[in-house]
C-alpha cells in the first residue's frame, strides 16, 4: 500500500510565512485606513446666545440677512450663527454699522483679508475673534472713523496689549503693528508699523513713533489726511513707496540722521509742507518722493550747495542751514 509523501518542513515554514505576512498587511491596511484617520477639527464650543438684534444693531441683522447667516426673516443673530461662518468676503465693505464687537464671536473665521472693512465709513469699534490667524496688510484700512480696536484675549496670534487699540504680532522675533486706528499708542517696544496700519484714519491727527523703531511700511498712513506734523525716528533709513502720500494736513516733516532714501509717492499730495528738516551730512535719494515743492528744506551747515544741485532736492526753492 502507497503512501502519500508528507510536505517538506521547509514549504509547511514558506506557506505558515505567507499566510502570517498577509494576516499582518491585512491589519495594517484596516489601522490605517480606519483606525489611524484622524478626526475631523472640531471649532470651539459655542455658548448659544442672542448677540444682535434689529434692536441692538440693525445694520448686522441686515447684513447678516443678506448674507444667508440668518433667515430672511429672522430679527436675532445667536453665537451659534456666528460661529458657522468662516468668511467675510465683501460683506462689511462700504457698510453703514457702527459697531462690530459682535465680530468675536464669528470664531469660525482663519484670516481676515485686506479691504475686508475698506469705506466702513461710521465703523467705531470692533473686536477680533479668538482663531483669527492672519490679518493681511490693510485689512482695517479705510475706516475712517475707527475708535477702538481690541483683539479677543483667547487669540494666540495676535493682541492689543496695553489697551493700545491697535491689533498687534511678532514679526522676525520683534513687536509689529498690524492695524491701527485714530486712538492708537505705539509702545515703546514696538518696532514696525505693516504696510497700510494706519491707511484711510482720516481722524489721525498726530503720532508718537518709539525711538527704536525699525520700519515703517509701504502706505503706512496714505490719506491721513488731518495728520499735520511727523518726527520720524532715528533709525529709519527708508520712506516707502506712499507712505504719507494723501496727507494734505502735513505741515512739518523731520527725518534723523540716518535717512538714505524717500520712495516713489512717498509724500505725494502734501500740499500743505511747509517745513522740511534734513540734518543728514550726504543727500538723502529721492524716488520721486513729492510732487509740491513750497516747503522750506532745512539742512546741515555747509550741505546748502550739495542739496541745490541734487536733480531732486533742487526742486525746492528754499534751501536753508540748520542753526
Not at 434689529?54 to 444667508?68: D, P, S, Y
Not at 514679526?171 to 485714530?182: D, E, F, I, R, S
Not at 494736513?249 to 502734501?270: D, M, Y
Amino acid at each position: 500500500m502507497e503512501t502519500e509523501n508528507p510536505t517538506p518542513f521547509y514549504k509547511q515554514t514558506w506557506f505558515l510565512g505567507g499566510a502570517a505576512a498577509l494576516v499582518i498587511f491585512a491589519l495594517c491596511f484596516f489601522a490605517i485606513n480606519y483606525v489611524s484617520q484622524p478626526e475631523e477639527p472640531k471649532g470651539p464650543e459655542v455658548e448659544n446666545k442672542v448677540i444682535a438684534s434689529v434692536h441692538t444693531n440693525e445694520e448686522l441683522i441686515m447684513i447678516a440677512r443678506q448674507q444667508g447667516w440668518i433667515d430672511e426673516d429672522a430679527t436675532e443673530m445667536t453665537s451659534v450663527d456666528a460661529a458657522e461662518v468662516d468668511s467675510l468676503g465683501q460683506a462689511f465693505v462700504g457698510s453703514n454699522i457702527e459697531s462690530l464687537k459682535e465680530l468675536q464671536y464669528f470664531v469660525g473665521l482663519k484670516e481676515l483679508k485686506t479691504g475686508a472693512f475698506a469705506n466702513a465709513k461710521e465703523l467705531k469699534e470692533i473686536v477680533i475673534p479668538s482663531q483669527v490667524e492672519s490679518i493681511e496688510d490693510g485689512a482695517l484700512a479705510d475706516c475712517p472713523a475707527l475708535e477702538r480696536i481690541a483683539v479677543d484675549s483667547a487669540n494666540t496670534h495676535y493682541d492689543s496689549r496695553g489697551n493700545c487699540n491697535g491689533v498687534v504680532c511678532t514679526w522676525k522675533g520683534k513687536l509689529m503693528l498690524v492695524a491701527g486706528c485714530q486712538n492708537t499708542v505705539l509702545s515703546a517696544d514696538m518696532r514696525h508699523i505693516a504696510p497700510q496700519a494706519f491707511k484711510g484714519c482720516t481722524a489721525l491727527k498726530e503720532i508718537a513713533f518709539p525711538e527704536k523703531m525699525e520700519s515703517i511700511g509701504e502706505a503706512a498712513f496714505m490719506g491721513c489726511t488731518s495728520l499735520h506734523a511727523v518726527e520720524i525716528p532715528k533709525g529709519i533709513r527708508f520712506i516707502e513707496a506712499s507712505t504719507f502720500e494723501g496727507c494734505k494736513s502735513l505741515t512739518v516733516i523731520s527725518f534723523p540722521k540716518s535717512i538714505e532714501r524717500l520712495r516713489k509717492n512717498a509724500f505725494k499730495g502734501c500740499s500743505a509742507l511747509e517745513k522740511i528738516v534734513c540734518p543728514r551730512h550726504y543727500v538723502p535719494v529721492i524716488e520721486d518722493a513729492f510732487d509740491s515743492f513750497a516747503a522750506t528744506v532745512y539742512v546741515p551747515v555747509g550741505m546748502d550747495n550739495k542739496f541745490f544741485v541734487d536733480k531732486q532736492w533742487k526742486r525746492f526753492k528754499d534751501v536753508k542751514e540748520l542753526k
